[in-house]
Antibody
Framework: EVQLVESGGGLVQRGGSLRLSCAAS????????MHWVRQAPGKGLVWVSR????????SYADSVKGRFTISRDNAKDTLYLQMNSLRAEDTAVYYC?????????????WGQGTLVTVSS | DIQMTQSPSSLSASVGDRVTITCRAS??????VNWYQQKPGRGPKFLIY???TLQRGVPSRFTGSGSGAGFTLTISSLQPEDFATYYC?????????FGQGTKVEIK
């Protein structure tokens, strides 16, 4: 079964840092682009970042550029999101998602999410 | 960035009803639209890609249509497990963007 499990969320003060992890199983992790998508409480979905198969190419939403870093360890089948200089508006559930590679950019499957709360 | 606008934001329907959700893009995106279903406390589920193609395992009561800038998700006969929030997403250009969601509630 294809599965993504996020971890590392929690409560952090404004200006602090946090590293999220996403453990993948049930598929060949190194064959897929991966993404982070977030959802503020009661709000919609917002794409955050993506990384290509070998980690040599990354892209970010303008709102997190320069503060967040996406990376991956294909030997450990794990995706990461290093979040620095956190702001109150970064409070959200963070989902990792695989890009199935069947149509432009898509997300399938998604993890269950990990909640990041930035206190001001 | 391409803006995706869904309507309605919410709707109430009964089991067995036909439900239609509309998504409009701020520019021509051809058929580069995906649809997702999200239930409370869970990550979204991938339903439809390229505007009309059902992902494996998705029931045939779900139908996607449209092209250009206007798209529709239709549920032909609403089932109890379909009460959820639905999102469209454009995959035409980066960054990928989502509609604001349509919550389908029990009448």
């Amino acid at each position: 079964e294809v599965q993504l499990v996020e971890s590392g969320g929690g409560l952090v003060q404004r200006g602090g840092s946090l590293r999220l992890s996403c453990a993948a199983s049930g598929f060949t992790f190194s064959s897929y682009w991966m993404h982070w998508v977030r959802q503020a409480p009661g709000k919609g979905l917002v794409w955050v970042s993506r990384i290509n198969r070998d980690g040599t190419s990354t892209s970010y939403a303008d709102s997190v550029k320069g503060r967040f870093t996406i990376s991956r360890d294909n030997a450990k089948d794990t995706l990461y999101l290093q979040m620095n200089s956190l702001r109150a508006e970064d409070t959200a559930v963070y989902y990792c998602a695989r890009d199935p590679g069947i149509t432009g950019i898509a997300f399938d499957p998604w993890g269950q999410g990990t909640l990041v709360t930035v206190s001001s | 960035d391409i803006q995706m606008t869904q309507s309605p934001s919410s709707l109430s329907a009964s089991v067995g009803d036909r439900v239609t959700i509309t998504c409009r893009a701020s520019q021509n995106i051809y058929n580069y639209v995906n649809w997702y279903q999200q239930k409370p406390g869970r990550g979204p589920k991938f339903l439809i890609y390229a505007a009309t193609t059902l992902q494996r395992g998705v029931p045939s009561r779900f139908t996607g249509s449209g092209s250009g800038a206007g798209f529709t998700l239709t549920i032909s006969s609403l089932q109890p497990e379909d009460f959820a929030t639905y999102y469209c997403q454009q995959s035409y250009s980066a960054p990928p963007t989502f509609g604001q969601g349509t919550k389908v509630e029990i009448k």
